[in-house]
């Protein structure tokens, strides 16, 4: 099959500063973000895609990856830091993320 043109789904304004990496589910349904803004955002992408969450640091985020099962969002830092983190749905049906463990040598908490 040969395609001739792309269709523009979205333009998301997420960051202040550069984006250094992007990571999407293996389902299409989140999306994460990295920037030089120390920031780490979540979308869930539907008909339009929707903000979740946002992690901050205090370095420039370099890199991102997310875990299959798609509540497990990994990012590292310009200071060797690896961030761990995991989406949660709070009782108002909102959803949270929280940063469980990471640290520049080693891990601090097995929890996985």
């Not at 202040?16 to 389902?27: E, H, K, N, V, W």
């Amino acid at each position: 099959m040969i395609f001739n043109s792309l269709e523009l789904l979205w333009s998301l304004q997420a960051h202040a500063d550069f984006i250094q990496g992007l990571s999407i589910t293996s389902d299409g349904k989140y999306l994460a973000s990295i920037s030089d803004d120390r920031s780490m955002k979540i979308w869930r992408l539907a008909k339009t895609p929707i903000h979740l969450s946002t992690f901050t640091c205090d370095y420039e985020m370099t890199s991102c990856s997310i875990a299959e099962n798609g509540q497990v969002f990994v990012a590292g830092d310009t200071s060797g830091q690896v961030h761990f983190l995991r989406l949660e749905r709070k009782q108002s049906d909102a959803v949270d993320i929280r940063s469980w463990y990471g640290t520049r040598n080693a891990l601090s908490n097995n929890k996985m």
